[in-house]
């Protein structure tokens, strides 16, 4: 199994602001996915990120607010762009391993003020 | 799209019970995992099973896929298997997960 880190673990944001928020593996992967989990709610994806290309959205989530980059096979960044209080969120990482196993970061936890 | 569905939705334990945690979902799928989520948010692996059984210590999970549904039995329950139960399965060759609500457990001592 992969291991999986995210840069911050939490964090508390103004309305308005940007965070960026960091995916690191300890090895190659080729997808890797970011999800959203809204509280008391379960996981939605926001998007699929595969190096080289860019992101895939699902549907209610656009690239304005929710850029993506994935710069090489082992990283990946999403930005929660001009924050509001309904974006405090648990943000996760995950990345595909064998065959269609999935592997999750430990989450950045998300309070916009 | 495909639908999941867990239940229960509560679930409170004494320690030392055992209990059953199902998962329907509407169609065939390649790939359904369980997940335990802590009181810190973090998602742990607990099995990767899209048909057959499987046992880990205490747990264990029976996939159907014929019948399209997913059962994780805990026995012996401990107040650290509180958390939420969520299951997740995997409909084509997207790999995305699509997760079920949850069921969400609390073991008393």
């Known amino acids: 199994s992969a291991v999986i880190s995210q840069k911050p673990s939490r964090d508390i944001c103004q309305r308005g602001t940007s965070l960026t928020i960091q995916c690191q593996v300890d090895?190659?992967?080729?997808?890797m996915f970011w999800y959203r989990q809204q509280p008391g709610q379960s996981l939605t994806l926001i998007a699929t990120?595969?190096?080289?290309?860019?992101?895939?959205?699902e549907s209610g989530f656009v690239i304005d607010k929710f850029p993506i980059s994935r710069p090489n096979l082992t990283f990946s960044t999403l930005t929660v762009s001009n924050m509001s209080p309904e974006d405090s969120s648990i943000y996760l990482c995950?990345?595909?391993?064998?065959?269609?196993?999935?592997?999750f970061g430990p989450g950045t936890r998300l309070t916009v003020t | 799209g495909i639908q999941v569905e867990q239940s229960p939705p509560d679930l409170i334990l004494q320690e030392g019970a055992n209990s059953t945690l199902r998962c329907n979902f509407s169609d065939s799928v390649n790939n359904l995992q369980w997940f335990h989520q802590n009181p810190w948010g973090q998602l742990i692996n607990l099995f990767y099973i899209p048909s057959g059984t499987k046992q880990n210590g205490r747990l264990s999970a029976t996939t159907v896929a014929t019948e399209r549904y997913s059962l994780l039995y805990i026995s012996s329950s401990q107040t650290t298997d509180s958390g939420v139960y969520f299951c997740?399965?995997?409909?084509?060759?997207?790999?995305?997960?699509?997760f079920g609500s949850g069921t969400r457990l609390l073991v008393r001592p």
């Open positions: 997740a399965v995997v409909m084509d060759s997207s790999y995305k997960l699509i």
């Open positions: 090895s190659q992967v080729t997808m």
């Open positions: 995950s990345v595909r391993g064998v065959s269609y196993e999935q592997y």
């Open positions: 990120a595969n190096q080289g290309s860019e992101a895939t959205y």
